[in-house]
């Protein structure tokens, strides 16, 4: 079992930056695939960015890649989305999610554990 809680969320302005951070639960975080999706009000959940158990792999959506990055400390159960050049598009709750094993995915129905989610609001 895996408990994810996200923080980080808030209101910013176009063009800012904000940090997401999710922190897991459990002794075995390294060996889960991590993944972050958004759902908007209205719209369907979607895949925003993995990263493998290592860090070594990361897969982006076309929407967020050269603006969004993904990492993780697994010292310190810890996975970041760092998304910069954040645009109105971008508002969404953003959530964190755990895969076993280390195949780097994004479909919403592969990952075995969701975080709460935290909103993000980008002002025009």
């Known amino acids: 079992q895996v408990q994810l809680v996200e923080s980080g969320g808030g209101l910013v302005q176009a063009g800012g930056s904000l940090r997401l951070s999710c922190a897991a639960s459990?002794?075995?975080?390294?060996?889960?695939?991590m993944g972050w999706f958004r759902q908007a009000p209205g719209k369907e959940r979607e895949f925003v960015a993995a990263?493998?158990?290592?860090?070594?792999?990361?897969y982006y959506a076309d929407s967020v890649k050269g603006r969004f990055t993904i990492s993780r400390d697994n010292a310190k159960n810890t996975v970041y989305l760092q998304m910069n050049s954040l645009e109105p598009e971008d508002t969404a709750v953003y959530y964190c999610?755990?895969?076993?094993?280390?195949?780097?995915?994004?479909?919403?129905?592969?990952?075995?554990?969701w975080g709460q989610g935290t909103q993000v609001t980008v002002s025009s």
């Open positions: 990263i493998s158990w290592s860090g070594g792999s990361t």
């Open positions: 459990g002794r075995t975080f390294s060996r889960y695939a």
């Open positions: 999610a755990a895969k076993r094993g280390t195949r780097v995915v994004a479909g919403v129905d592969e990952y075995d554990y």
